[in-house]
């Protein structure tokens, strides 16, 4: 599954992998699914993205100085990459994270903060994950968030106003203001 995105870019978003009824049916991260409602408006919210929606990947939608990929590029069993599909897909990712050099990554979910520490050759014991956690690392500022998915926001784990709270400090880190 290709990014999506301007080839360089201040944020990095990384999720997980192509979800059956959204990129993978698409061809474009985060689009036509539940997870992409909360990510394209939060990030419209906050000046990364020209609108809110993300139904078609012809609906005119434009990343501006945002970028997404995932840890895993095809979709997975059970919608949840397996540690294997994560390791096989990681060179992608590390070259991915060196090609847009961004200040700030945000990961999505567990799975994607490690993938991201070991794209960068880090060990995950020093960076936990937690939601909202921030971790300065060599190459950049690593942003954790529970990952948007329908089961994490109709489950309340992650509601709209923690979600908002995380990209606002990504806004807030990346104009200099913090």
Not at 18 to 47: C, E, M, Q, S, V
Not at 58 to 73: F, S, W, Y
Not at 106 to 116: C, E, K, S
Request: one cysteine or more.
């Amino acid at each position: 599954m290709a990014p999506f995105g301007p080839d360089r870019a201040a944020l990095l978003v990384v999720g997980l992998a192509p979800g059956l009824h959204g990129a993978n049916r698409t061809g474009r991260p985060f689009t036509g699914d539940h997870a992409g409602i909360l990510l394209y408006k939060t990030l419209h919210d906050h000046g990364f993205a020209s609108h809110e929606g993300s139904a078609d990947p012809h609906d005119g939608l434009r990343l501006v100085g945002c970028r997404v990929t995932n840890a895993v590029k095809c979709l997975p069993p059970q919608n949840k990459p397996a540690p294997g599909e994560v390791v096989r897909c990681n060179r992608y990712l590390a070259a991915e994270i060196g090609a847009v050099r961004p200040r700030a990554i945000l990961a999505l979910g567990a799975i994607a903060h490690r993938a991201v520490l070991m794209a960068l050759g880090l060990s995950p014991g020093k960076w936990r994950f937690a939601h909202h956690a921030v971790h300065d690392l060599p190459a950049a500022r690593l942003f954790d968030s529970y990952h948007c998915s329908r089961y994490n926001t109709q489950t309340k784990r992650l509601t709209d106003g923690m979600f908002q709270a995380v990209i606002r400090d990504i806004a807030t880190f990346l104009r200099g203001t913090r």
